[in-house]
């Protein structure tokens, strides 16, 4: 009889309904695959029937392979399928068909080139136990007989070991058919379930071959990844849970293209807060800095220079002309320490201002003379209007007449509180002034 090899999808290979595999002898394949890699020979029809090797192919269907070499051999006539012509009343889509792939296809196109040239492929089908069928291949072409007037159609009758031996080559059919986002992502939740079981039937056994179980799932049904197959899905169960019209009608229109997971992924996935961006640290020159990483590390610096992504510095110790190149990624800011004043009385903070000012070290800046006539000078004064929100000459005038009602010690109280305040114009400003009047009263 003659032979030859050929490559199949085992999910593809139609199993009489006589032929039954063996748990036992199944287990026995696994474990032989498992320590040499082989599978022994299966043999089929040049139409796809298989002749020999039942236990084997359902080895080759648990061991997660995708195509498996087979022997073909020249079928007798008892082997060959059985080709029955069925009512096509009789014809049930099945669930998981309508689920993933809907039931208003467009097969006007269809429709029309088998009115014209006549059916061109069979169907496949598996009996049920009413006298009805249940399609495995052919859904598009039901609906498209039924809009072009057949009443019979030929199909073939075949039996499944199991419900999801059926639905893998339900799905295998339709590998290469045009499909939307959507339908990959419901098939690769189909084929996600298929392999669950077949993990259970596995019982901790070796399942696929190279790369997880995702990629390859995705990669069979058009997805590419794992990763874009859950943003697939994540999108689709989103759309399918979802109470919003507006939200559901966007999800579904991203959903039924053919390519751009990503533009549906972006309608559901969680927003992440936007961080600002923080703010580069600049030095100014002058500033003292300590150098974080390299030959100077923990040492003091000064900021001579400042250039656009580092600046030249003067490094304690080294030469006073020397000058290095740091980065400001590699430096930070020494602040400075605040010089901490021991407390003293205002007759003390008064002499030390006046030793600083070079007015000696008298008891009071000004002579003691009685103004105010009428008041003692040592009495408080009780404080009256002032405008102070005059500008100009007025301004000056208000300011003098409020330092003529201070007793000294307000006076000093006055400078003790206003030190820290005043501009080193502004003392120079004092000091001239009080330097004329003196050079004055001694004239």
């Known amino acids: 009889m003659p032979q030859n090899l050929i490559s199949r999808n085992p999910y593809e290979i139609e199993i009489p309904a006589h032929l039954n595999f063996d748990e036992g002898e199944v287990a026995k394949v696994i474990d032989s695959y498992n320590a040499d890699g082989s599978i022994p020979d299966i043999t089929v029809t040049e139409e796809g029937l298989l002749i020999d090797g039942i236990n084997a192919l359902e080895a080759a269907k648990r061991l997660g392979q995708d195509l498996i070499v087979a022997t073909v051999s020249k079928a007798t006539t008892e082997e060959k399928i059985d080709i029955q012509w069925i009512p096509i009343e009789l014809l049930d889509p099945h669930p998981i068909n309508v689920q993933i792939y809907g039931e208003n296809e467009d097969v006007q196109d269809l429709a029309e080139s088998i009115a014209t040239h006549g059916l061109q492929e069979t169907f496949t089908v598996t009996p049920k136990n009413d006298g009805r069928f249940t399609i495995i291949h052919g859904h598009r072409r039901r609906l498209a007989c039924l809009k072009a007037g057949l009443t019979k159609v030929p199909a073939k009758v075949k039996n499944f070991s199991t419900s999801e031996d059926a639905i893998a080559a339900l799905l295998s059919g339709n590998e290469y058919r045009e499909k939307s986002i959507e339908q990959k992502a419901r098939e690769y939740l189909a084929w996600e379930e298929l392999e669950k079981q077949k993990a259970k039937s596995r019982q901790g056994r070796p399942g696929e071959g190279q790369g997880t179980t995702r990629d390859i799932i995705a990669k069979r049904v058009g997805l590419g990844s794992g990763v874009n197959a859950e943003h697939a899905v994540t999108a689709l169960k989103a759309m399918d849970e979802a109470k919003d019209p507006v939200k559901r009608s966007q999800l579904k229109m991203a959903l ?22 923080q703010q580069r640290w600049i030095p100014k020159e002058g500033d003292k800095v300590r150098i974080l990483k390299g030959q100077y590390q923990d040492k003091l610096a000064t900021v001579t220079v400042v250039l656009s992504m580092c600046a030249l510095c003067h490094v304690e110790g080294n030469p006073e002309a020397k000058r290095d190149q740091i980065s400001f990624t590699e430096m930070e800011l020494v602040e400075p320490v605040e010089e901490v004043k021991p407390v003293t009385s205002v007759k003390q903070e008064n002499k030390q201002q006046q030793k600083d000012l070079g007015l000696g070290n008298r008891n009071q800046v000004l002579p003691e003379v009685k103004r105010n006539i009428g008041n003692a000078p ?31 010690k307000q006076m000093g109280e006055v400078f003790a509180k206003i030190e820290d305040d005043l501009s080193t114009q502004q003392l120079e400003a004092i000091w001239q002034a009080l330097h004329n009047h003196f050079a004055h009263k001694a004239a």
Do not use: C, F, H, W
């Open 378 to 408: 040592t009495e408080q004064m009780q404080s009256s209007a002032v405008n102070l929100t005059v500008a100009g000459d007025g301004l000056v005038a208000e300011v003098a007449i409020a330092l003529t009602r201070l007793t000294p």
């Open 256 to 277: 039924s293209k053919p390519r751009g997971v990503d533009a549906a992924y972006k309608l559901v996935k969680p927003t992440q807060p936007t961080q600002k961006p």
